[in-house]
């Protein structure tokens, strides 16, 4: 399936009432299914005034990495940095944080509400580089949704 065909479901989903962690795992299981390259899909967001990420809903593998300091790993860095992170090989970051052998690559979207990041979707991929442009401005305009439910 096509980022433009899921676009208009992740618009159905965001927009049904159900409580928001339904919605968000409604959307971890329909990018996980329906892209290939997505092996792993959940959501961190900040935890209360912490200067950490919480593991929100996801689907994949279990993780042990349901807290993340800000500043480690790659989910941690881009609390910090505000910018999408795109790892083509995750063996060549000293930053990383191992969640399973088999994950070759990851990708990174901060979430903003009213401006400031609260948030951010996860994926990883079995895949060695896998995320093109097209995986980038499709997960943003998934975040730019999920601001929406959020804010």
């Known amino acids: 399936m096509t980022f433009e065909q899921l676009k208009p479901q992740i618009d159905a989903i965001t927009s049904n009432k159900t409580h928001v962690d339904e919605r968000l795992l409604e959307i971890c299981k329909l990018l ?5 390259h997505y092996n792993w899909v959940g959501f961190y967001f900040r935890n ?7 593991l929100g809903p996801y689907v994949g593998a279990p993780t042990d990495h349901t807290i993340i300091p800000f500043g ?6 881009v609390a910090v940095s505000n910018q999408n992170f795109v790892v083509p090989d995750v063996n060549a970051q000293d930053n990383y944080i191992a969640c399973s052998i088999t994950v070759k690559a990851e990708i990174v979207i901060p979430i903003f509400v009213n401006g400031a990041n609260i948030g951010q979707i996860d994926i990883d991929s079995n895949t060695p580089d896998p995320f093109t442009k097209e995986d980038e401005r499709f997960l943003e305009f998934v975040t730019q949704k999920v601001s929406e439910i959020l804010s």
């Open 32 to 36: 996980e299914k329906h892209v290939d």
């Open 48 to 54: 209360g005034n912490k200067e950490e990420l919480k």
């Open 72 to 77: 480690k790993g790659i989910c941690g860095q």
